[in-house]
């Protein structure tokens, strides 16, 4: 089947994400997880690329993106993704194909899902019960959000645009649990 570029718009926001095949294994141990952390730490740029969130789960991933230039999103993720299952087939002995097919896209298309979008992505290790708190999870940059940790992609000023300090956003996150109408609100946004 020939590949089919999606249109992707300098200055939008997208949710990227996708599945290890069979809903397998994507990340192995914690260097795994170190290693695509440290991979888009050295593409994002290069692609104008905007980290704003993600997640890195043991069998799927999350990723809000903003395309800060003409340079589509999908070459990063490529270019990301082809790097870590290369050496991740290489250090596991492995081959074959490792995700559920080409990584999958949703534009948010409104500003005010965005913060919806984020919490949705740092709440989803606690949905998935392999933790209880989301900054019990590493592998996600909640605690960037929460000011816990310096940024380990970007800037971080995603944040402080959107909430006054650390702590409200904490505030907002948990109060997903008393407030569960937000997940209804994104759900043209979120995993289909």
Same mark, same amino acid.
């Given at each position: 089947?020939?590949?089919?570029?999606? @249109?992707?718009?300098? &200055?939008?926001?997208?949710?990227?994400? %996708?599945?290890?095949?069979?809903?397998?294994? *994507?990340?192995?141990?914690?260097?795994?997880?170190? $290693?695509?952390?440290?991979?888009?730490?050295?593409?994002? !740029?290069?692609?104008?690329? !905007?980290?704003?969130?993600?997640?890195?789960?043991?069998?799927?991933?999350?990723? +809000?993106?903003?395309?800060?230039?003409?340079?589509?999103?999908?070459?990063?993720?490529?270019?990301?993704?082809?790097? $870590?299952?290369?050496?991740?087939?290489?250090? #596991?002995?492995?081959? &074959?194909?490792?995700?559920?097919?080409?990584?999958?896209?949703? /534009?948010?298309?409104?500003?005010?899902?965005?913060?919806? +979008?984020? !919490?949705?992505?740092?709440?989803?290790?606690? #949905?998935?019960?392999?933790?209880?708190?989301?900054?019990? /999870?590493?592998?996600?940059?909640?605690?960037?959000?929460?000011?816990?940790?310096?940024?380990? *992609?970007?800037?971080?000023?995603?944040?402080?645009?959107?909430?006054?300090?650390?702590?409200?956003?904490? !505030?907002? @996150? #948990?109060? $997903?649990?008393? %407030?569960?109408?937000?997940?209804?609100?994104?759900?043209?946004?979120?995993?289909?």
């Amino acid at each position: 089947m020939p590949y089919r570029e999606s @249109v992707f718009t300098s &200055g939008h926001y997208y949710h990227i994400y %996708n599945r290890g095949a069979g809903k397998g294994r *994507l990340f192995f141990n914690p260097g795994n997880y170190h $290693y695509l952390l440290e991979l888009a730490g050295r593409y994002y !740029r290069r692609y104008g690329v !905007r980290v704003i969130a993600y997640c890195l789960m043991p069998s799927h991933y999350h990723f +809000l993106l903003c395309q800060e230039t003409d340079e589509p999103l999908s070459k990063f993720i490529n270019a990301l993704f082809n790097a $870590y299952v290369q050496a991740v087939n290489n250090q #596991q002995n492995r081959s &074959g194909t490792m995700f559920e097919g080409r990584f999958r896209h949703k /534009w948010i298309d409104r500003e005010e899902y965005l913060l919806h +979008l984020c !919490r949705y992505i740092h709440l989803n290790p606690v #949905q998935a019960k392999l933790i209880l708190r989301p900054e019990d /999870w590493p592998y996600s940059n909640y605690l960037e959000f929460i000011g816990r940790r310096s940024c380990v *992609l970007g800037e971080g000023s995603f944040i402080s645009e959107h909430f006054l300090t650390p702590e409200s956003y904490h !505030r907002f @996150v #948990q109060g $997903y649990q008393e %407030n569960d109408q937000a997940n209804g609100l994104i759900g043209d946004y979120v995993w289909d």
